[in-house]
């Protein structure tokens, strides 16, 4: 079965601009997080949707949202862009929480 | 942002000896995950672990859940140049759905 898909795999913004990932799960999985990976801070977590419910959501400021649409896809958004957003994005799904598989990633580049 | 201690940070190998890491934690955790990460891609699960004590192995692979569920250790044996790469664990609290990932473990295997 396919696995889970993100969109686009590479994006550069400016300083300031705003983005949006998106995330297809594996079919079935309504699970879907997402976390954060920079070489500085390692693997950070940044929320989680259950059936169109945010459950649990990291320690990131309030320019960092997120959605899960009925069809479990994902998508998360990042405002007012800073430098410092510089990551790589990881979306995962699983089908209640537990062993999550992830995607190869969204690498955004803010200049 | 909160992270696991992995150690050793990162080693190098000969092919064909055996690599031992592990990770601890001040906290207790229910699940237990180790992933592979190769450059560009996302984690690949390569063993779960649900229960103090447990042993799993997968192919060449196994982990241990620890008996105080504050640690876990993953051992390959007879290395292989593939499995150069960086592995990291992560450590769930029941009910949060939040994983908690180590600082990874990079591993450099030498033919």
């Known amino acids: 079965k396919a696995g889970v898909t993100q969109t686009p795999r590479y994006l550069i913004k400016t300083r300031g601009q705003q983005v949006t990932l998106s995330c297809s799960p594996i079919s079935g999985h309504r699970s879907v997080s997402w976390y954060q990976q920079t070489p500085g801070q390692g693997l950070q977590f940044l929320f989680e949707?259950?059936?169109?419910?945010?459950?649990n959501k990291g320690n990131f400021p309030g320019r960092f949202s997120g959605r899960q649409f009925s069809n479990s896809r994902s998508e998360m958004n990042v405002s007012t862009l800073e430098l410092g957003d510089s990551a790589l994005y990881l979306c995962?799904?699983?089908?209640?929480?537990?062993?999550?598989?992830f995607g190869s990633g969204t690498r955004l580049t803010v200049v | 942002g909160q992270q696991l201690n992995q150690s050793p940070q990162s080693m190098f190998i000969q092919e064909g000896e055996d690599v031992s890491m592990n990770c601890t934690s001040s906290s207790i955790f229910n699940t237990w995950l180790w992933y592979k990460q190769d450059p560009g891609e996302g984690p690949v699960l390569l063993i779960a672990?649900?229960?103090?004590?447990e042993l799993t192995s997968n192919g060449r692979l196994t982990a241990q859940f620890g008996i105080t569920r504050k640690d876990s250790f993953l051992n390959i044996s007879a290395s292989i140049p593939s499995d150069v790469g960086i592995y990291f664990c992560?450590?769930?609290?029941?009910?949060?759905?939040?994983?908690?990932f180590g600082t990874g473990t990079r591993l450099k295997v030498l033919a």
């Open positions: 949707y259950f059936s169109e419910t945010q459950r």
């Open positions: 995962a799904s699983s089908p209640q929480g537990y062993g999550y598989t």
């Open positions: 672990l649900y229960k103090a004590g």
């Open positions: 992560a450590g769930l609290t029941s009910g949060t759905y939040k994983y908690i």
